[in-house]
């Protein structure tokens, strides 16, 4: 089966301008999660999604950032306007109920 | 609030010994999960080990192995006959039983492995 699949994988931006990441989780699982890695601040949870579901959002960082699920098989993340500390790698993850996560091989987002 | 500590920001070890990554936590829960992530520099994030806590048996994979003292709040990974392609990030996590699938992450340990 295929794992967590990101797009795109690099994406450099410049300032003001839109930004989507996209996600697909692995069949089967009912959560999805967005993380973001910085180096001043690590890995950091930002939202997930349980069935399609928004559950926790208290980890996105301002309202320039919003995350959609319309379905089970396809995740966005925006970041609107994009500002240069946004730049990171974002990771999307999935699981199954309560079980483990496994990741995606991430989007590295540089924001000029 | 749940914090994870990795207090080795970096550790070395020789090709084919053995190296061990501290990490420590604090929860008030009694259940609850322990992970550990490697990162190489794909920055690709792959769960090496998990650990339920109310197992009092260690998990082990392979090399990889784990000594889970619940009192003590300590959750620390071995890894035996060390490969090169074990260098990479090494992140610990716990994750707290019930509805949250939140995790929370130590800062790291990059593991060097010399030839």
């Known amino acids: 089966d295929a794992g967590v699949i990101q797009s795109p994988r690099h994406e450099v931006t410049e300032m003001g301008q839109e930004v989507t990441l996209r996600c697909k989780p692995i069949?089967?699982?009912?959560?999805l999660f967005w993380y973001r890695q910085t180096m001043m601040r690590g890995l950091e949870l930002l939202i997930y999604?349980?069935?399609?579901?928004?559950?926790?959002d208290s980890g996105m960082p301002e309202d320039r950032f919003s995350a959609k699920m319309p379905n089970a098989s396809f995740s966005t993340l925006k970041i609107q306007p994009s500002e240069p500390r946004d730049s990171a790698v974002y990771f999307c993850?999935?699981?199954?109920?309560?079980?483990?996560?496994?990741f995606g091989p991430g989007t590295r987002l540089l924001v000029l | 609030a749940q914090t994870v500590t990795q207090s080795q920001p970096e550790m070395s070890v020789q090709e084919a010994e053995t190296v061990t990554l501290s990490c420590t936590y604090d929860t008030s829960e009694s259940d609850y999960y322990l992970f550990w992530y490697k990162q190489p520099p794909s920055r690709q994030m792959i769960l090496v080990i998990r650990?339920?806590?109310?197992?009092?048996q260690n998990a082990t994979e392979n090399r990889f192995s784990v000594n889970f003292q619940k009192a003590a709040k300590s959750f620390s990974l071995k890894i035996s006959d060390s490969q090169l392609g074990d260098a990479a990030m090494y992140f610990c996590a716990y994750r707290k039983s019930g509805n949250t699938g939140k995790l929370i992450f130590g800062q790291g340990t990059t593991l060097q492995v010399k030839p």
């Open positions: 993850a999935s699981s199954f109920y309560k079980e483990t996560q496994y």
């Open positions: 999604f349980n069935n399609n579901v928004p559950i926790d």
């Open positions: 069949s089967g699982h009912d959560y």
């Open positions: 650990q339920e806590a109310y197992k009092q």
